[in-house]
C-alpha cells in the first residue's frame, strides 16, 4: 500500500512540475521574463501556488534546455547570451536552416505545404511592418513553417535546443527599421525560391540571410549582450 502511495506521490510530483516548467517556458518566450532577468522564488510560487520543490526541479529541466541559467548565491536568471555566443548561434543556424530551406523548397507541392507556406507568408509579404517586436513575431512563424514542411524531424529538434527565441528577443528591442527593411527582402528572396521548389536557391537565399543578420547584430553595442565574449 505505502509502494502505491509513493508511486501516486511521485506522479502528482512529476504533473506538477511539468506545469511548473511549462508555464516558465512559454513565459520566457513570450517575452514575460526578459533576458538576464532574475526568477524569484518567492513571487513564482505565490504566483502559480507550487511548492518550491518542484520548482527547483523545473529550474533544473530548464536549465538544460538553455533558457535559463542557475547561479550559486544568485538562483535562476533567464538565460543572456554574450557577444560570441550568439555568434555561434548564427554559425549553427545557417548550416541547418540552410537545409531546411533546402528541403522545403523539394517538398513544397507534397500534401498540402504549400498551402501551409502560403497562409503564413502571404499576410507578411505585403505587410510594413511597425515595429521590430512584430516583425520578430512574423519572423519567427516563417522561420517555423519552413522546419516543418521541410519534413526532417530532427532538423527541428536541433533548431529548438539552441533557445533561439531567447537569442531574438534579447536583439529585437535594439532592431532598427531599416534592419527590419533589410531583413525582409531577404525573406521575399527565400519565399520566393521555396514557392518556385528551388532547393539550392532556397538555401543560398537562406543562408545569406543568417549571415547578413549575424552581421547586423554584431554591429549591436555592448549593452545588447552579456558580458564575457566579444568578436
Same mark, same amino acid.
Request: aromatic share 4%; proline share 1%.
Given at each position: 500500500m505505502r509502494e502505491m502511495e509513493a508511486i501516486e506521490l511521485d506522479q502528482r510530483r512529476g504533473e506538477?512540475?511539468?506545469?511548473?516548467?511549462?508555464?516558465?517556458?512559454?513565459?520566457?518566450?513570450?517575452?514575460?521574463?526578459?533576458?538576464?532577468?532574475?526568477?524569484?522564488?518567492?513571487?513564482?510560487? @505565490?504566483?502559480?501556488?507550487?511548492?518550491?520543490?518542484p520548482l527547483r526541479e523545473a529550474f533544473r529541466r530548464l536549465a538544460a534546455e538553455?533558457?535559463?541559467?542557475?547561479?550559486?548565491?544568485?538562483?535562476?536568471?533567464?538565460?543572456?547570451?554574450?557577444?560570441?555566443?550568439?555568434?555561434?548561434?548564427? @554559425?549553427?543556424?545557417?548550416?541547418?536552416?540552410?537545409?531546411?530551406?533546402?528541403?522545403?523548397?523539394?517538398?513544397?507541392d507534397l500534401r498540402d505545404n504549400r498551402r501551409r507556406f502560403e497562409e503564413i507568408w502571404a499576410p507578411q509579404a505585403s505587410r510594413k511592418f511597425t515595429s521590430s517586436q512584430e516583425f520578430i513575431e512574423a519572423n519567427r512563424l516563417l522561420h517555423r513553417v519552413i522546419m516543418e514542411i521541410s519534413g526532417n524531424a530532427q532538423l527541428s529538434k536541433l533548431i529548438d535546443q539552441m533557445a533561439l527565441p531567447v537569442v531574438m528577443f534579447q536583439l529585437r528591442r535594439l532592431m532598427s527599421p531599416e534592419d527590419v527593411t533589410k531583413s525582409m527582402q531577404e525573406h521575399i528572396a527565400i519565399a520566393e525560391a521555396i514557392l518556385a521548389g528551388d532547393g539550392q536557391r532556397a538555401e543560398d537565399a537562406m543562408r545569406t540571410h543568417l549571415r547578413s543578420s549575424a552581421a547586423r547584430f554584431m554591429k549591436m553595442p555592448a549593452t545588447a549582450f552579456r558580458p564575457g565574449g566579444e568578436q
Open positions: 506538477t512540475v511539468d506545469l511548473v516548467v511549462d508555464y516558465l517556458r512559454r513565459g520566457i518566450l513570450a517575452g514575460e521574463f526578459a533576458p538576464g532577468q532574475r526568477l524569484i522564488s518567492r513571487e513564482i510560487i @505565490e504566483q502559480i501556488g507550487v511548492s518550491r520543490g538553455g533558457l535559463i541559467e542557475l547561479t550559486t548565491n544568485r538562483g535562476a536568471s533567464v538565460r543572456r547570451f554574450s557577444r560570441d555566443e550568439i555568434a555561434e548561434i548564427f @554559425e549553427i543556424r545557417e548550416m541547418l536552416e540552410g537545409l531546411a530551406a533546402q528541403l522545403a523548397a523539394k517538398k513544397i
